[in-house]
């Protein structure tokens, strides 16, 4: 058993490194969408006070998310990757990933944030996110920070924290084209 989670992990680790590998070259090419999960937060829900106005009321970065989103921003300097616009969801833990790791303002983007659990208002906000993706055609690359669920409910893959997430448009979904770890 010992035997085969190693094999295991020595197939799945040079699997992840190709492709973030990928998925930087994708990003310095520049013209593509990111969808970029926040850094590392300090809990797992937000508290029963939640309000979006309030930061202190919500789930934040933790000092490794904030070490993550500087990271995540040198990685992108560093890799010679051009950003034109960053898009973010209205929630601090979104808005500062943004921040640190761009230094700059994001654009807040309320379809970024949480998905609503009515079925209505959820088909509206990916409706809204899939117009922005669709629509955008920069030279550079579009970030756009959100969550967890926002990026399984339009790719149907389940990045970690502070994970990038290179798609396109393709039919009335979207293709991913690459990741990137950080």
């Not at 035997?3 to 490194?17: D, I, M």
């Not at 921003?73 to 890799?79: D, E, I, K, P, W």
Request: hydrophobic letters at 50%; a negative charge.
């Amino acid at each position: 058993m010992v035997r085969f989670l190693l094999a295991l992990l020595l197939l799945v680790v040079p699997a992840a490194a190709h492709a973030t590998d990928a998925g930087w070259a994708l990003l310095r090419d520049g013209g593509h969408v990111v969808l970029l999960r926040h850094a590392m937060v300090t809990g797992t829900a937000d508290p029963a006070n939640f309000d979006i106005a309030k930061c202190p009321t919500q789930l934040n970065l933790s000092a490794r998310g904030q070490q993550q989103a500087s990271r995540i921003g040198a990685l992108f300097a560093a890799r010679a990757a051009p950003i034109e616009r960053v898009l973010s969801s209205r929630y601090c833990r979104c808005l500062d990933t943004a921040r640190i790791a761009f230094e700059a303002e994001p654009e807040p983007f309320a379809p970024l944030d949480l998905l609503k659990t009515d079925p209505a208002e959820k088909a509206a906000q990916l409706a809204a996110v899939m117009t922005e993706i669709r629509g955008y055609s920069g030279s550079d690359n579009l970030v756009l920070v959100t969550h967890l669920e926002n990026i399984v409910a339009l790719t149907g893959v389940s990045p970690r924290e502070g994970e990038a997430v290179v798609v396109e448009p393709q039919g009335d979904g979207l293709r991913v084209l690459g990741r990137v770890t950080f």
